[in-house]
């Protein structure tokens, strides 16, 4: 008897990988940070997306969600996440702890753009220039799309968010800042391309009630990285899932609801946009401080 469950757990054990837990063993999962997705059926989601990944890596993974960047980002610094889906700002802020496990595509390319936003009934405004004076609605204080890249766009008009509107705030979600500006809380918006080209396709209504103004250059997609020292061979495994995805008809379906195409592994220069505007808005920052 004793010796049959001896080789039942030997067994167990060549399937997998890296001497971790079984797959039915949850104590030690792959833990996963995201902020919160706009599907509508997200739960569902999130329960097949690790389902998939749980069958291909023989290993328990577990999503961790969290309200915003800032959040995502301090766990995964103090080790208590494995993996993260982030915004390319603060991977750039933080480059030197992170390392990049996969880049998603959209629509082909690893890359995605800021939408500067208004009411539909709004025909008149043509750039951020003429929302001067009114009320401003951004999404995340460590979001590119949503915070970064509208800002950078004041500081090459040598403007300053607090001067220049009325009134920001943040949403703390790129489809909160859609429902702000469709119900006319605010009368602009910066929002993820990605996102608003998503909802699009899933809630057509409610991005019928807003008007692109303005698109910005492409940037590197938010990217999921790792936490810089993670285990190297659970890493690569990973990201071998992500990168195999778009090949199988499991990973094809769970993309196409995410409106993406795949993964790629990726490379720096992807995010050198971001990094470029970083430091003109931080030293902007700088001099009128000083």
């Known amino acids: 008897m004793r010796r049959r469950a001896f080789l039942m757990a030997a067994m167990a054990a060549t399937q997998t990988p890296w001497g971790l837990a079984r797959a039915d ?13 706009f599907l509508d059926d997200q739960v569902a989601f999130l329960s097949d997306w690790r389902l998939y990944l749980e069958a291909r890596l023989l290993h328990p993974v577990r999503f961790v969600q969290r309200g915003t960047y800032r959040e995502i980002m301090d766990l995964l610094r103090t080790d208590r996440l494995d993996y993260a889906w982030v915004c390319g700002y603060p991977y750039v802020r933080q480059a030197a702890d992170l390392q990049l496990l996969a880049v998603p595509l959209f629509e082909g390319k690893p890359l995605y753009r800021s939408y500067l936003i208004v009411l539909a009934s709004d025909t008149v405004t043509r750039s951020i220039l003429d929302l001067r004076g009114k009320v401003f609605a ?30 920001t705030f943040f949403t703390w979600a790129h489809r909160k800042v859609l429902e702000a500006v469709a119900a ?4 602009g ?21 807003t008007r692109i103004v303005v698109k910005s250059p492409e940037f590197g997609f938010p990217p999921l990285v790792a936490r810089r020292g993670a285990e190297p061979a659970p890493l690569l495994a990973m990201r071998q899932v992500l990168l195999e995805m778009g090949r199988d008809a499991d990973g094809a379906a769970l993309l196409r609801r995410l409106n993406l195409d795949g993964f790629v592994a990726g490379e720096e220069a992807l995010f050198e946009g971001i990094a470029h505007m970083v430091k003109a808005v931080d030293a902007a920052s700088h001099a009128a401080a000083s």
Not at 25 to 30: G, I
């Open 25 to 37: 063993e949850r104590t030690d999962a792959l833990r996963i940070g995201l902020t919160p997705v």
């Open 138 to 167: 951004f999404s995340d204080p460590d979001s590119n799309s949503g915070w970064l890249y509208p800002n950078y766009a004041l500081v090459q008009l040598q403007e300053r968010p607090k001067a220049f509107f009325a009134r």
């Open 184 to 187: 006319g809380l605010a009368q």
């Open 189 to 209: 918006g910066a929002v993820d391309g990605y996102v608003w080209e998503t909802v699009q396709r899933l809630q057509p209504q409610l991005t019928g009630q």
